[in-house]
Structure formats: C-alpha cells, structure tokens
C-alpha cells in the first residue's frame, strides 16, 4: 500500500515528481525518522550512523494507530499468530486491513478504496 504519507508530511525532503525524490538536507535527522516511522508500507527505511545512535533514544513501545476510512496500522516489533499455526515477525509498521474485503488477511492490501470503506 503506497499512502504517500512521506510526501504529505514533509515535501520538502520526499516529492515524487522531483528527481532525486528525497533530499535529505532539507529537514533534521529527527524530522526524517519521525516522518520514516509513520510510513504504513514500510517502504522506506534509513539507518543510523554510529556517531548519531548515540544521541537518539529508540522507544521499545508498540503503537496502534486506526487510519481513517482505513487500516489498522500498528508500528513496533510484533508476532502474528495466524490461525493455522504460522508465526510471523513483523516490523517498523504493519497494516492490518479493517474493511474485510483485502485478498491478503489480516493484512491490507488497499482494497479498502476500492469498496469505499468507511470506519
Ligand atoms: S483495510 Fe485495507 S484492505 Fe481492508
């Protein structure tokens, strides 16, 4: 699911008309990683240079997050235990689809737009 999210929340680093599509210069470490953080697809990514960790604090703390008309997002390290017995891993921010229509339960796969979900 691409919800253009970093786009919305901090143009001025991540446009995707523009060529390079992200310039890191025009916001602060902590503005990139925050807007990064909140990326539903988990498309984006960074890492931190060594020199840098140790200035930031990494919070241990797992977030639920209901999107509007949308999925559940919930950011953190979690475990899913699916129904059959198959364990996954998941981490930075997995959609959990909501509507009831998606092809890839319990996961998102955008097909909320399509039905027109409303929650
Ligand atoms: S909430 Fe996205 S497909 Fe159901």
């Known amino acids: 699911m691409h ?9 001025a680093v991540f446009d995707p008309r523009r060529r390079p599509w992200v310039i ?3 916001a602060s470490t902590k503005e990139i990683t925050a807007q990064i953080n ?3 697809s988990g498309a984006l990514s960074y890492y931190m240079n ?8 990494i919070e241990a703390e797992t977030i639920a997050e ?3 008309n949308g999925p559940l997002l919930v950011y953190g390290n979690i475990k899913i235990k699916h129904s059959d017995g198959r364990e996954e891993i998941k981490n930075k921010v997995t959609a959990f689809c909501r509507c009831g229509q998606s092809s890839n339960k319990p996961y998102c796969d955008g097909t909320h737009r399509k039905v027109g979900f409303e929650g």
């Open 38 to 40: 909140k990326c539903p």
């Open 66 to 68: 209901v999107s509007t």
């Open 24 to 26: 890191a210069e025009n």
């Open 3 to 11: 919800s253009g999210i970093c786009f919305k929340g901090l143009p």
């Open 50 to 57: 060594a020199e840098e960790n140790n200035n930031i604090k």
